[in-house]
């Protein structure tokens, strides 16, 4: 499978750059000083968390399934529950909420790691379908009927030789792509469903737009991403 | 063949986590018999992971790490609910009604529409008042009366067939009507119709038969 590092050049940069200074500190090599190369590996160290891999985090979530590794959750904890934590405060929930919110989440994470699949989804994704049930769990109180995609993924992957296969990490990263690229407005409504659990028609009355607007740019949207995808991934 | 199927906004608030348990029961069982929607919530869902990526972190407490390792192997509380399906029997249904039918569909509570002899519905448990989920079992050939809505009347499929004059709804097909619609359906000739219904609001009756059958109509 290759890397996700494919298409996040930034992850690559940012590994060569960790080596180099890894180096400097440890006294291999010289042109800059040993502290200034401590700080800046700590700087690298940060950006690299930002874009840490899909292929990274998969590896911590078989740790869990596989070993029920504490340092690969610790890991993944690090990485996940701050975003957790903002995911739930961009619905206007409150600071200890939204940390019971990470915590549930990270806990579900934990519970459920065998059944992750790492060919129907990232580790984001899957994450993101956990912290979407917990917050109807804990903030609405109802049920939440799921479908179940596992069928989806084998049709998807149906007929399609190994070799040129592309892994979800880079269907992931392409995604992550076309979501830069798509107008500031089809954003915005894709953020309000998401980040703040609000319907369309909510979303409508909130943005003084007529309903009709709310779902051609609803339309729209997932039709440009799903035309950066290749079609076999469709 | 499946032909209709819930727009794009539909899709979003389900996968999103935006809609009502009633609602979404209907969109999840159509997206469990439908691959194309299927495909569709994939996708979305690689939205909101992409999107959960992107989110500005906020630090948690130091000793949140350490509180939720001590936590790891305590049981689970919250555990959904498994079916409670009677040991062999299948069920017409597909897998995210099988919850919310008990035992089965010859236990639920099924009771005749009044004033009509060929429709008997049985209502699901929904935590919110405000809504009814009923599954409806028609006889082939039956009519329901003309009516129109005050709110949103969502149906899926189950089995057998109606008609609704302008278009044919048959297995996995969603219909999603609002207040400007409206409708009398008719149930196909061959077989009985098995259907889930959703209603996020009272009923408006439009033909004079209506009257008779009111208490159907009632949420």
């Known amino acids: ?234 | 063949m499946i032909t209709h199927h819930p727009a794009a906004e539909l899709l979003l608030d389900f996968t999103a986590g935006a809609m009502s348990e009633g609602v979404a029961l209907a969109v999840a069982s159509h997206v469990a018999m439908c691959g194309s929607c299927r495909g569709d919530v994939a996708l979305i869902e690689a939205v909101g992971g992409a999107l959960l990526e992107s989110v500005e972190g906020e630090a948690v407490a130091a000793s949140l790490l350490d509180q939720t390792l001590a936590m790891l192997d305590t049981p689970d509380a919250s555990v959904a609910p498994s079916p409670r399906l009677e040991p062999g029997s299948a069920e017409p249904v597909p897998e995210p009604l099988l919850r919310y039918i008990g035992r089965g569909l010859s236990h639920l509570a099924w009771r005749r529409v009044a004033g009509m002899a060929t429709v008997e519905e049985a209502r699901l448990p929904m935590v919110a008042k405000n809504i009814k989920v009923a599954l409806m079992r028609l006889k082939a050939g039956s009519l329901v009366p003309k009516h129109s809505h005050r709110g949103n009347e969502f149906t899926l499929v189950l089995a057998g067939g109606f008609s609704d004059g302008v278009e044919k709804y048959g297995p996995g097909d969603f219909a999603a009507r609002d207040t400007s619609h409206t409708h009398k359906p008719v149930v196909d000739d061959d077989a009985d119709c098995l259907c889930l219904v959703v209603l996020d609001a009272p009923l408006r009756l439009s033909g004079a038969v209506g009257t008779i059958v009111n208490p159907f109509l009632r949420i």
């Open chain 1, 1 to 234: 499978m290759a890397g996700g590092g494919t298409y996040d050049g930034r992850t690559f940069l940012l590994q060569g750059l960790e080596m180099e200074l890894q180096a400097t500190v440890s006294g291999a090599s010289c042109g800059i000083g040993p502290l200034t190369a401590v700080r800046a590996l700590a700087w690298v160290r940060t950006q690299r968390d930002r874009f840490v891999t899909n292929e990274e985090l998969c590896g911590l979530v078989e740790a869990i399934a596989t070993r029920r590794d504490r340092d690969a959750f610790a890991c993944l904890f690090k990485h996940f529950a701050p975003r957790l934590k903002g995911f739930g405060m961009r619905r206007g929930t409150d600071a200890a909420s939204s940390e019971e919110l990470a915590q549930e989440t990270m806990l579900t994470v934990w519970r459920k790691a065998g059944t992750f699949d790492p060919l129907r989804a990232t580790v984001s994704t899957w994450i993101f379908t956990i912290v979407r049930n917990k917050r109807i769990d804990l903030f609405r109180r109802q049920g939440h009927p799921d479908a179940d995609l596992s069928e989806a993924n084998e049709t998807a992957y149906e007929g399609r030789a190994a070799d040129d296969e592309l892994s979800v990490s880079e269907t992931g990263a392409m995604l992550r792509q076309a979501l830069t690229g798509l107008p500031k407005d089809q954003v915005a409504v894709l953020q309000k469903a998401f980040f703040e659990d609000k319907s369309h028609s909510v979303i409508a009355d909130e943005l003084g737009l007529p309903l009709g607007t709310v779902k051609s740019r609803i339309r729209l949207a997932l039709a440009r991403l799903r035309n950066a995808l290749p079609e076999d991934c469709q």
